[in-house]
């Protein structure tokens, strides 16, 4: 997971945008369309982060077809310190 990590947020091109879709689901659940408003971001630029970081296991979807909420889950949760380091790195 910490590879994984690295990956997303510190080794491609999108990791600032995946960090800030990261930081507005700790405040609460949000679905892609709240996501792209709040942080300023095309929608379909939100869904493919969260995409990404679906497929890391670093987010997940609910149980909703329209208008799904995504969750951090619990393996990210365990990883959150090593996620803090990695902002760290990136400013």
């Not at 659940?29 to 300023?40: I, S």
């Not at 969260?50 to 969750?71: A, I, P, S």
């Amino acid at each position: 997971m910490e590879q994984a990590l690295w990956y997303l947020f510190a080794g491609t091109r999108g990791g600032e945008n995946r960090a800030r879709i990261v930081n507005a689901l700790e405040e609460r659940p949000r679905n892609a369309n709240k996501l792209a408003e709040l942080l300023d971001v095309d929608y379909n630029t939100v869904r493919h982060h969260l995409d990404m970081l679906v497929e890391h296991d670093v987010v997940e979807r609910g149980d909703e077809d329209y208008g799904t909420l995504y969750f951090l889950t619990d393996r990210f949760d365990h990883h959150r310190e090593e996620f803090e380091t990695i902002l760290e790195h990136m400013d």
